[in-house]
């Protein structure tokens, strides 16, 4: 029985990439409002000019002093709105591009809310924003895109992944939503779209190590450990300081049976951060296989120290002791695996194993027993435990069933 238990690689937390819209994609900026005052006229052309000047306390003084003259003006309720936010006063800034899209329905008035709303955490309000925008310029591809993020955010799956299809159709060129495409597409487990969504990010650019890091979880999801492999690789080298790029170039490897590599991935892994117990546990798992059972112990044992409570390591701690020979310590070590995971059959089934070596035929039968009440499927297992089947008793209890 493969007594060798490893936590799978896992993605990066979900985290969709935001574009941000620059204002100078509005360059020619609107004409005079129609309606407005001749003194609030002014204050816009004043308020335009100090903003450009790098003076924005006296753009905002001349933006309200246009809004004295005309409470209509969405140009000066959006100014003031890009001067809150860059203050850092979200609330202020949201007021006022509401405001500045009610008055005069502009997109990117709504654009900026939704931006500001997703950055507060409140992913509907977002989404009701950036509607709004696309109900008034429905080709704008960065809407789109933040309209995806939002829903993603909301758990809307489908939804997400059709704005982000959207979005791509009006702008196939945007890097930032060819990723996001594939974060969606590996939730909902369509890993083909997925890796398609990141190849095509990757050759907008090449150099972005998370875009290997993500591909190459793709490609694991779908059974293309040897690509995944080679792309885990260049995220660790696009970007050597990141532990997360070396242990999944580990956890590979080890799939791939090339423990001696595994190995060395792992210990870059913990060169960056020494206090991850995950990934002392796979390193012990790889020098296991290299039969290296005392560093694998020290390995297991170190996992421990950073969590007593890690089932997983105290199992294959037991596992490698038993290999050392160390039987009293690997039924001691099983045991803690129980008290922490008492549901776990395998390592019932392992405990009776090294009980009825050492010769505890009482303490062997109820651990195997209490194994078999719990998965009845690893009665047929036990032709590779052939210490309990030479055990008459024992042997009687297995074609018994496991009935109390």
Not at 13 to 35: C, E, Y
Not at 269 to 289: C, E, F, I, K
């Amino acid at each position: 029985m493969d007594r060798e238990s490893r936590v799978p690689e896992t993605p990066r937390r979900r985290q969709g990439r935001k574009i941000t819209r620059r204002r100078t994609l509005l360059k020619l900026g609107p004409p005079r409002a129609a309606g407005a005052t001749r003194d609030a006229a002014f204050w816009l052309e004043r308020a335009r000019d100090e903003w450009q000047r790098g003076a924005p306390e006296r753009a905002i003084d001349a933006w309200r002093r246009a809004l004295d003259g005309d409470p209509g003006l969405a140009e000066a309720w959006d100014g003031l709105g890009r001067a809150a936010q860059l203050a850092g006063d979200r609330e202020e800034a949201a007021r006022c591009f509401q405001r500045a899209a009610e008055v005069g329905q502009r997109s990117h008035a709504w654009f900026l809310l939704g931006n500001l709303e997703e950055a507060r955490g409140r992913h509907a309000e977002a989404v009701t924003a950036y509607e709004h925008a696309l109900e008034l310029e429905p080709k704008m591809a960065e809407a789109w895109n933040n309209l995806g993020n939002a829903l993603l955010h909301l758990g809307r799956l489908e939804r997400a992944a059709e704005a982000y299809a959207q979005a791509l159709e009006f702008n196939p060129s945007l890097f930032e939503t060819w990723f996001n495409l594939g974060q969606v597409c590996c939730e909902l487990r369509r890993y083909a779209e997925a890796i398609a969504a990141y190849r095509r990010a990757s050759e907008l650019r090449p150099g972005d190590a998370a875009v290997q890091f993500h591909l190459a979880f793709a490609l694991a999801s779908s059974g293309e450990t040897a690509q995944a492999a080679e792309c885990y690789a260049r995220a660790a080298e696009l970007k050597p300081d990141d532990p997360e790029a070396w242990y999944n170039l580990g956890n590979t490897y080890l799939d791939l049976d090339l423990p001696a590599a595994a190995a060395s991935a792992y210990r870059r892994a913990l060169d960056l951060a020494p206090v991850d117990g995950l990934v002392w546990n796979n390193l012990g798992n790889a020098l296991a296989r290299l039969g290296r059972s005392e560093e694998a112990i020290r390995c297991y044992r170190r996992t421990l120290q950073l969590d007593p409570s890690y089932h997983i390591a105290w199992n294959n701690l037991g596992g490698a002791l038993e290999e050392a020979g160390a039987l009293e310590d690997a039924a001691a070590a099983y045991g803690r695996a129980i008290e922490h995971a008492p549901e776990e059959a395998s390592y019932r089934l392992s405990r009776a194993s090294v009980l009825a070596r050492l010769g505890q035929r009482e303490g062997a039968r109820e651990e195997l027993r209490r194994a078999l009440a719990l998965a009845p499927e690893l009665k047929q297992l036990l032709p590779g435990f052939p210490e309990l089947a030479e055990t008459p008793d024992l042997e009687a209890d297995t074609r018994g069933g496991c009935d109390d």
